[in-house]
């Protein structure tokens, strides 16, 4: 019987599990991957104390902070359910059941698919959802990215010192990302903006080489090797099913990380706090600790 189980390790959770290491309480994380979405950032020049790093490196801070305290890791664990009977939190994963008096869902969000023709089929032979990652393999080829928030920006920043040329598809009528990355994308003309424009399938034989798109009721194919798709990021919360959500699957909470179950918690992008920063989920992820040190304090009492 854990104090308080982590599920999540990315900014949130990392925080969140240094923060109860520091007030020696007995806990486990669990977590599919060490970074969550971090780990796949770009240039980052807004986390306070770098003024740039990669996401790939400040992953590795984090993680570097986390590993110092020893504290216990269940990796490659996926979340499958979360109930509460009573005083008792049992947290179901591909492995194992364990059980905690508390507990902080920190489990971020994943990349949304576009659930177009061709892209189950085009998954890892052109089609990809991680520019961080798979960015290098396009080297001098045309690639588009489809998005047009602060992922997308970012995704195509890294592409253009790698692509050939890279066209950014926009369902939207601007971009709606940070504005100095929408001026550095905007000015490079290395990079295509195509709004108020729809991605209608996904093209190729063994790998791509196209997309469908929509504009203006008008297609046309537009004949690139690499798609990667940054069209927003969907919750990881479906496994707890008994805490109460906004419209977009976002576990909701208040100031005090509290969520409609007491004894649970939630921090990061996995809730409905607005902005989706990661100095913000780090913030939220030692916010939660705290509120569930002094959960815990309370009914010890």
Do not use: W
Not at 237 to 259: P, R, V
Request: hydrophobic letters at 40%; charged letters at 25%.
């Amino acid at each position: 019987m854990y104090e308080l189980i982590i599920i999540g390790a990315g900014p949130a959770g990392i925080t969140a599990s240094v923060y109860a290491a520091r007030k020696r309480m007995n806990f486990l994380v669990i977590s599919k991957d060490i970074g969550g979405q971090a780990a796949y950032s770009g240039d980052i020049e807004n986390y306070t104390g770098y003024q740039f790093i990669t996401g790939p490196e400040l992953t590795a801070k984090f993680e570097e902070h986390m590993r110092r305290y020893n504290i216990g890791v269940k990796e490659a664990e996926e979340v499958s359910g979360l109930r509460k009977d009573g005083n008792i939190i049992s947290v179901r994963t591909n492995k194992a059941v364990y059980e905690s008096k508390t507990a902080i869902i920190a489990s971020g969000k994943r990349s949304r698919e576009l659930n177009v023709p061709g892209e189950e089929e085009f998954k890892n032979k052109g089609l990809t959802y991680c520019a961080t990652c798979d960015g290098p393999l396009f080297s001098g080829k045309d690639v588009a990215v489809v998005g047009g928030g602060n992922s997308a920006l970012d995704a195509a920043l890294q592409l253009i010192n790698i692509a050939r040329h890279v066209y950014i598809i926009n369902i939207a009528d601007n971009l709606s990302g940070d504005a100095i990355m929408r001026q550095k994308v905007q000015e490079n003309k290395m990079v295509t903006l195509l709004n108020n424009t729809q991605v209608t399938a996904i093209l190729g034989e063994r790998v791509v080489n196209g997309i469908k798109i929509k504009q203006e009721n008008k297609e046309e194919i537009l004949p690139v090797e690499g798609v990667f798709v940054e069209a927003g990021l969907t919750p990881n919360s479906e496994f707890a099913k008994d805490i109460e959500k906004n419209q977009l699957g976002e576990i909701k909470i208040n100031h005090y990380n509290e969520t409609s179950a007491p004894a649970v918690f939630a921090a990061g992008d996995v809730t409905d706090v607005p902005d989706k920063q990661i100095i913000i989920a780090a913030g939220e992820g030692a916010k939660a600790c705290l509120s569930a040190f002094r959960y815990l304090v309370r009914i010890a009492a």
